[in-house]
């Protein structure tokens, strides 16, 4: 092994590229939408307290660019209202990484201007030195109800039921780069 | 059989006019989709100008009472069925009893651009049909995000959106055959 497994330490960013913020929500009680806010920034810092996540994902580089219309309706008050938020945040409460690769992280997440504390769980990578930096990674998801945040639009459906469902699967995918002390 | 085709949008990339070549392609063997595009012809329904009737109105009475069933394909504009394919219903509605729609095995596909694939406008036309006294196939075909659901070949490129699209003409053609059963 050319690569040297050492736990989490110290002070890490976020790289962008290899990173993601992705949404999941069902319609028309089948089909699942998935898109992502791919400019996401956050940094990962473990201190003598334990680590903190902390982030934020544009809602402007949301991947829903065309139809015009319907990402005008995403960015406007009925969903994200962008224009007064234009910024979904993170700050973890607690940071567990277990030995066997699991990750919990409780946190506040915020939308549009509702805060509310929410359990991600996952999997999380040693640092590994890659390309001559260190790296690793977490990948965390969780399932919140978007009307909580006011992301309340929905419609009924000719033959029953909602065209939107409430429930949406955030998956987030960080690849952490150590910054040096 | 012929399965007459119209799509609720005038507009030359339209994808509901892709949908309906997608569902030519669909059908069985013996049954042939023939599109009828002139609603833009159509003058807007007013009973001032109902006699004579216009040529236009007169030939869309005449491919619906000529086909054996009828294929719509509708866009979805403002949660709601185009004015353009109203229309043609409101003027096909004339004289209500004798209408050509009456019996007549209808069933309705819609594409948007939008996620939800003219389900509303669908359901409208359908109400609108079965009031008019055609056979409704009560059946949908919402194919939403409709500029990325066509493949290459024209036709749809998810498997379930192809499937749904297979057993809805089929349902159609069903209907058809069991009206030539029953009167035969």
Do not use: C
């Not at chain 1, 699942?32 to 806010?37: C, S």
């Amino acid at each position: 092994m050319a690569t040297a497994l050492q736990p989490l330490s110290g002070s890490y960013a976020v790289d962008a590229v290899h990173s993601s913020f992705g949404f999941a929500v069902k319609y028309m009680g089948v089909t699942t939408f998935k898109g992502t806010l791919d400019d996401v920034s956050a940094t990962f810092a473990v201190g003598a307290d334990g680590a903190v996540l902390e982030g934020a994902a544009q809602v402007e580089s949301i991947s829903i660019r065309t139809p015009e219309q319907f990402r005008q309706h995403v960015l406007a008050d009925d969903f994200f209202a962008a224009d007064r938020f234009p910024q979904v945040t993170f700050r973890s409460e607690s940071v567990e990484l277990a030995d066997d690769g699991s990750a919990t992280v409780v946190g506040q997440l915020t939308i549009r201007d509702v805060t509310k504390t929410v359990t991600a769980t996952g999997s999380w990578s040693p640092e590994a030195e890659l390309f001559g930096t260190r790296k690793a990674a977490l990948a965390l998801s969780t399932e919140i109800d978007r009307t909580d945040f006011g992301l309340v639009w929905n419609a009924d459906l000719p033959t029953g039921g909602k065209a939107l469902a409430d429930d949406v699967t955030l998956t987030i995918e960080l690849t952490l780069l150590a910054q040096e002390a | 059989m012929r399965v007459l085709g119209i799509a609720g949008s005038l507009r030359r990339g339209s994808r509901n006019r892709a949908l309906l070549r997608a569902a030519a392609a669909a059908l069985p063997p013996g049954v042939e989709l023939e599109p009828w595009e002139r609603l833009s012809a159509l003058p807007h329904f007013d009973e001032d100008v109902e006699a004579p009737v216009p040529a236009a109105v007169q030939e869309l009475r005449d491919a619906v009472a000529a086909a054996d069933a009828v294929l719509i394909a509708t866009p979805e504009y403002n949660t709601g069925v185009p004015g353009v394919l109203k229309n043609a219903l409101d003027w096909l509605s004339r004289p209500f009893d004798g209408n050509p729609l009456r019996g007549k095995p209808v069933a309705v596909v819609g594409a948007s651009s939008g996620l939800f694939g003219a389900v509303w406008a669908q359901a409208e036309v359908r109400r609108v049909a079965a009031h008019l006294g055609a056979e409704v196939v009560e059946r949908e075909l919402p194919v939403g995000l409709a500029d990325d659901a066509f493949d290459g070949d024209g036709a749809l490129a998810d498997a379930g959106h192809a499937e749904a699209l297979a057993a809805l003409v089929g349902e159609l053609v069903g209907r058809v055959r069991e009206r030539v059963a029953e009167t035969a």
